[in-house]
């Protein structure tokens, strides 16, 4: 009977567990999360160090590539702002880029409408010198360095050469007439592209608002003597003394942004003029 019983007996099962194993599978959501976490922030790196690498030209360049409108006009720079492209949505924006051509003045080729080919002909001209002066498909006549200080656009009046002062990166030595070298190094490169062309020039000088009202505010006469000093520059750089068709202090008057107290504010402007029709 106990061997029967025995034969009968039910199996005997044993359970063996494991200690100190690892815990149990909780999904991979959070690797997928954390890899477009990593890939945002070295985007995010490489952005900031390609603004600080370019130049404002450059910046100019990539604004208007990608930008969604036809710009107003040939405009080839930076403005203060970051990314300032213009577009016929953004008139409001001429204001603090420093652009006086409204819209309508200057045709589809860059010239003013009902100049002809004569007009033509000098539009072609003035764009020579905007290339050679900041190197597009070839070498600039400005370092790297320099290059940031420099803005150019075509108007209706001719080709505005803008050299402006940036936070950190004055232009005149103070609250005085006198260039650094920087500026002469600016104003040479100039000199050398206005040798392109035989049009006349105009020089204006521009400088920043003064945060308080003084009784004898210096602005009229700092920038007259800035604008003076920039034309002497400009002779001994090579440009012909006959050819210095205007010279303006603008004082505080036209500023380039919103903010009259910026350093953008305190520039030169250098235009290379167009001439009458016929002349």
């Known amino acids: 009977m106990a061997a029967q019983a025995r034969g009968h007996a039910a199996p005997v099962i044993v359970k063996r567990k494991r200690g100190g194993g690892e815990a149990g599978h909780h999904g991979g959501a959070w690797k997928v999360a954390y890899a477009d976490f990593v890939t945002a922030m070295m985007a995010f790196f490489l952005l900031m160090w390609l603004l600080n ?27 203060d702002g970051m990314f300032g492209g213009d577009s016929p949505t953004s008139f409001d924006a001429m204001a603090s880029d420093g652009n006086t051509a409204a819209p309508g003045l200057l045709g589809e080729a860059g010239f003013p409408e009902g100049a002809g ?30 290059l940031r200080h420099v803005v150019t656009r075509l108007t209706d009046e001719g080709l505005v050469i803008e050299i402006f002062a940036l936070p950190g990166a004055p232009l005149w030595d103070g ?8 500026t002469l190094a600016l104003l040479d490169a100039v ?11 105009a020089v204006a ?51 380039a942004v919103a903010d009259p107290l910026a350093p953008r504010n305190d520039r030169l402007e250098v235009t290379l003029l167009r001439r009458p029709p016929g002349r």
């Not at 450059?58 to 403005?79: E, M, T």
């Not at 080919?117 to 070498?139: Q, S, Y």
């Not at 609250?175 to 920087?182: F, H, I, K, Q």
């Open 175 to 182: 609250d005085t007439a006198e260039p650094l070298p920087v």
């Open 117 to 146: 080919a004569e007009g033509a002909i000098e539009t072609a001209a003035l764009m020579e010198v905007e290339d050679a002066l900041l190197g597009r498909g070839g070498e600039s006549l400005l370092e790297e360095e320099a």
């Open 53 to 79: 690498a370019t130049t404002e030209q450059q910046k100019k360049g990539l604004a208007d590539y990608f930008a969604p409108d036809v710009p107003i006009s040939r405009v080839s720079g930076g403005a």
């Open 205 to 255: 000088g521009h400088v920043p608002a003064r945060p308080v009202v003084l009784a004898a505010n210096p602005v009229w006469d700092l920038s007259i003597a800035r604008a003076a000093r920039a034309r002497v520059a400009l002779e001994v750089a090579g440009l012909p003394p006959a050819r210095m068709a205007r010279l303006t202090g603008r004082a505080d008057r036209a500023p």
């Open 191 to 201: 000199a050398r592209a206005a040798a392109m062309v035989t049009n006349p020039v």
